[in-house]
């Protein structure tokens, strides 16, 4: 069973910057492509971005492009998301993901279907 934990989330102003941590134990980390996902209030979870297992392979939505950067260090079970020039449409709660059996291509098109999910950091991005 793996557990993962979010951190990092915050109110921060629009133009700034927040970086996520997602803590995994109870399980082999680098046996899963890991994901970050987010919910805002009223809407559907939507992808955020994805990285392979041995980090060379990382997609992100069209929102994040240019402005946010997965990466994962496999020796401390962490996965980040490095979130610049933050926007008010930025706001919602942030959940980051595991799967085993996919790669970062098909989690890319996944809202569903992970085999584990943290509770979520909340984002509030000021105007």
């Known amino acids: 069973q793996v557990q993962l934990v979010e951190s990092g989330g915050g109110l921060v102003q629009a133009g700034g910057s927040l970086r996520l941590s997602c803590a995994a134990s109870g399980g082999t980390f680098s046996t899963y492509v890991m994901g970050w996902f987010r919910q805002a209030p009223g809407q559907e979870r939507e992808f955020v971005a994805t990285?392979?297992?041995?980090?060379?392979?990382?997609y992100y939505a069209d929102s994040g492009k240019g402005r946010f950067t997965v990466s994962r260090d496999n020796t401390k079970n962490t996965v980040y998301l490095q979130m610049n020039s933050l926007k008010p449409e930025d706001t919602a709660v942030y959940y980051c993901?595991?799967?085993?059996?996919?790669?970062?291509?098909?989690?890319?098109?996944?809202?569903?279907?992970?085999?584990?999910w943290g509770k979520g950091t909340l984002v509030t991005v000021s105007s």
């Open positions: 990285i392979s297992r041995n980090c060379d392979i990382t």
């Open positions: 993901a595991a799967k085993h059996l996919t790669t970062a291509q098909a989690m890319r098109s996944m809202t569903d279907g992970m085999d584990y």
